[in-house]
């Protein structure tokens, strides 16, 4: 039976293994997004197969130039995995100036996976799931209730 790590960050959860989810806030220090994506690092490198994220950003409202760099670099340092084992990215984002900053990050080192942006966490989570499943990776087509998503993650804790 495959292993999933648990999220050490709050920002990252489990939606259904192996779908991770990500929930940016509006505001953070470099530090703390430091740490958020060192933990999607360690994630990626744990998972050899096949995996996906869900990734909110519809609050960032205020990432600064460095903080774009940090993840264009973090991107980079796992583009070996994710060429090899990302199914996709679902990006959930509302309004033109989140999107730009996607757009943005993508520039400075564009994604050797698939991604893409949905107005919805609903939409994009369906997507993301599609994706796994075109890869061969059993999960549910449907999003899960929230009931079935905290029993998932009691379950991951069995791992």
């Not at 360690?42 to 050899?48: E, H, L, N, Q, V």
């Not at 984002?93 to 730009?100: I, K, N, P, Q, Y």
């Not at 949905?118 to 990776?137: K, N, P, T, Y």
Request: hydrophobic share 40%.
């Amino acid at each position: 039976m495959k292993k999933y790590p648990l999220p050490e960050h709050e920002w990252i959860s489990i939606i259904e293994a192996p779908l991770y989810g990500q929930v940016f806030p509006s505001h953070s220090g470099d530090d703390e997004l430091e740490r958020m994506l060192a933990e999607v690092e360690r994630i990626t490198k744990a998972i050899d197969g096949p995996l996906g994220w869900v990734t909110d950003v519809s609050n960032i409202l205020h990432a600064t130039a460095r903080q774009r760099k940090m993840y264009a670099d973090s991107d980079e340092r796992l583009k070996f995995y994710d060429k090899k084992w990302c199914t996709g990215t679902a990006i959930i984002c509302t309004g033109s100036f989140v999107r730009g900053v996607v757009t943005a990050i993508h520039w400075m080192t564009p994604p050797v996976y698939p991604f893409k942006v949905f107005g919805s966490r609903r939409d994009g989570e369906l997507w993301a799931r599609q994706q796994l499943i075109a890869r061969g990776v059993e999960v549910s087509p449907e999003p899960q209730s929230l009931v079935s998503q905290i029993g998932s993650v009691k379950q991951q804790r069995a791992f």
